[in-house]
C-alpha cells in the first residue's frame, strides 16, 4: 500500500510505501523544526531543510557568544543578589535578637599565662560538666582568659558601612567594608591615610605584604585585587586586578613571598606576590572555601583551610597535596586560627572547635556565641 509522506503540507512529494513510512519521516527534509536557538529568542519555525539556510542568516546566530556571555553574567549577578540578601536577613535577625543581652566578666577568676593552660582551661571548662567559661545560658561568664583585661585603647569611626575583614602590619591598621572600599589607618592616631575603592561589593579577604607597602583584597565580586597604598598617584595605587576565581572570595593569606586565596567555587589559589603569577590551585573540597591561615616552619609550609563541605584541611603547599582532613559534623567551618600548637576552627553552628594541631584530636569546644562566628 502505497502513501504520502505525513510532511506532504509542508512540501514533500514523496509516495512510499507503508513499512517504509517512517524511516523516511526521520530523516525527511520537509520536516517541521524550530531554530536551535530557541532558547536564546529566536521565533522561527519552519522546515529542516530551510532551517540549515535559516541559521546561516540568524540574528540569534550571529549574537550568540554575546547573548550567553550575558546571560551567564545575570545569572551571576541573581546569585550575588541573592547571597546579598541572605547576609542583610541575617544582620538584620541579629539586630533583632540582639537587644538586651547582658555580658557580666567576673574578674576575680583568671588562669596561668603558659599556653598548655590555655588547653587545660578549654578541656576543663567543656568536659566536667559544671559551670562553663562559655555558656551563656546564664547572664555569667567567668573569665580564664590568660593575660590582662582588654580595653579599647581607640575607636576608628572612618567607615560608613559594616566592616567586613582586617589586616594590621606594623603601625598600619588596612580594613575592608561592605560598600567595596579598603582604607589604610595609622595604629597610634587612628588617622586615614588612604581610602581606595576598587570592589563593586563586599570586601571579605584582606592580606598585607612583609613590607607593608603593597596589600591585597577580595570579596564578594570574585576579584583579588593588588594595592600599592604608599603611590602618592591615587590612579597608580591599583597595581593589579586578578579574576581568576569563578565566585565569592573569602579569605587571603600572605606566607613566604606567597600569597593564598579562597574561594566559594571551591578552591584555593597560589600566587607569587611578586609576579602576581598563578603558581598553583589547591583543589579537594566539595563545597566553598570560607578561611585559611598559614603554617610555616623552618622544616616545613602547611595551609589550614575550612569549608562549607564541613570540613577542615590541612595542606602540604610545596606539593598542593592535602595531608589531612578533619571532619566537622552537621555545620560548615565558617574560620580557622593556629596558634599555640592548636587549631581552631569556627562553625555555622555559632560553635568553636579546638584541635591539638599535631594530631588533629578535638581537645574541646566554646560556646557563647548566639550566631554564626565568620572571624
Not at 520536516?31 to 522561527?44: D, I, R, V
Not at 567559661?133 to 546564664?138: A, D, I, L, Y
Not at 589547591?282 to 591561615?293: R, Y
Not at 594541631?357 to 566554646?366: A, D, I, P
Request: aromatic share 8%.
Amino acid at each position: 500500500m502505497l502513501v504520502y509522506c505525513t510532511n506532504k503540507k509542508y512540501g514533500c512529494t514523496q509516495i512510499l510505501r507503508q513499512d517504509a513510512l517512517h524511516g523516511h519521516v526521520l530523516y525527511c527534509s520537509y520536516a517541521p523544526t524550530e531554530c536551535a536557538n530557541k532558547a536564546l529568542g529566536c521565533p522561527y519555525k519552519g522546515t529542516m531543510r530551510d532551517s540549515r539556510e535559516h541559521l546561516q542568516n540568524c540574528v540569534y546566530e550571529r549574537f550568540k557568544g554575546y547573548i550567553e556571555a550575558t546571560n551567564s553574567r545575570f545569572a551571576k549577578l541573581e546569585s550575588l543578589i541573592a547571597d546579598q540578601s541572605r547576609e542583610i536577613e541575617k544582620l538584620q535577625r541579629i539586630i533583632r535578637t540582639g537587644k538586651g543581652i547582658e555580658f557580666m566578666m567576673d574578674k576575680g577568676v583568671s588562669a596561668s599565662s603558659s599556653s598548655n593552660s590555655i588547653a587545660n582551661n578549654i578541656v576543663n571548662t567543656t568536659t566536667d560538666g559544671g559551670e562553663s567559661s562559655s555558656s551563656c545560658g546564664t547572664k555569667r561568664m567567668v573569665s580564664t582568659f590568660p593575660h590582662d583585661e582588654i580595653t579599647c585603647h581607640r575607636t576608628i569611626s572612618s567607615h560608613t558601612c559594616g566592616v567586613t575583614s582586617v589586616a594590621v602590619n606594623q603601625d598600619k591598621v588596612f580594613a575592608g567594608a561592605h560598600d567595596g572600599s579598603t582604607k589604610v589607618f595609622d595604629i597610634n592616631t587612628g588617622e586615614l591615610l588612604k581610602d581606595s575603592k576598587g570592589h563593586t561589593m563586599s570586601v571579605w579577604g584582606l592580606a598585607v605584604s612583609p613590607t607593608g607597602d603593597r596589600y591585597f583584597s577580595a570579596g564578594s565580586d570574585g576579584t583579588i585585587k593588588v594595592w600599592d597604598w604608599t603611590n602618592e598617584d591615587e590612579t597608580k595605587c591599583l597595581v593589579k586586578s586578578i579574576p581568576d576565581h569563578n565566585a565569592k572570595v573569602y579569605g587571603l593569606v600572605v606566607d613566604q613571598g606567597r600569597l593564598y586565596s579562597a574561594s566559594s567555587d571551591k578552591t584555593v589559589k597560589v600566587w607569587d606576590t611578586e609576579t602576581l603569577e598563578c603558581l598553583a590551585t589547591f583543589q579537594g573540597h566539595t563545597g566553598g572555601v570560607n578561611s585559611l591561615a598559614a603554617l610555616s616552619d623552618a622544616s616545613s609550609s602547611q595551609l589550614v583551610t575550612g569549608s562549607s563541605d564541613k570540613t577542615i584541611k590541612i595542606w602540604d603547599v610545596t606539593t598542593g597535596t592535602c595531608l589531612k582532613t578533619v571532619r566537622r559534623g552537621t555545620s560548615e567551618v565558617l574560620d580557622v586560627a593556629v596558634g599555640d600548637g592548636m587549631l581552631f576552627g569556627s562553625t555555622y553552628d555559632a560553635v568553636i572547635h579546638v584541635y591539638d594541631l599535631n594530631e588533629t584530636k578535638e581537645l574541646g569546644t566554646l560556646s557563647g556565641h548566639n550566631w554564626e562566628i565568620w572571624r
